[in-house]
């Protein structure tokens, strides 16, 4: 039995970006479409960004602590059957440990935000 990790992230245009910066996020069109915030693990990040979001620039990444949001996340099966995070409710600023522009590693794999 694997543990499921405690850090997820959520890709985020800059628009979006400014509106967690005034204290919360709602979700982007498709999170409110679906009525949830769609995260993605570490492992699964590079392949998110590179099905959802190809061609799009200005992305950030932010990393939300989902043990601070306790029952609001649930491990959906999505794509392939893989298990995903998803935020039923808003996602406060104060649960994001950490955001960053988008940035890749040599190998193309997405470089995950760094707490200062």
Not at 23 to 37: E, K
Request: aromatic share 8%; no cysteine; net charge negative.
């Amino acid at each position: 039995m694997s543990e499921r990790p405690l850090v997820a992230y959520k890709v985020l245009t800059a628009d979006q970006v400014r509106a967690l910066e005034t204290n919360s996020f709602a979700g982007a069109p498709v999170d409110i479409a679906d009525g949830f915030i769609h995260l993605s693990s570490a492992a699964q990040l590079t392949e998110t960004v590179d099905h959802h979001f190809a061609g799009q620039h200005d992305l950030w990444i932010a990393a939300v602590d989902l043990e601070a949001l306790g029952d609001a996340v649930k491990w959906e099966p999505s794509r392939g059957g893989a298990l995903f995070p998803h935020i039923y409710g808003a996602m406060p600023l104060e649960v994001v440990v950490a955001y960053s522009p988008l940035e890749r590693h040599e190998d193309g794999s997405v470089r995950l935000p760094v707490a200062g």
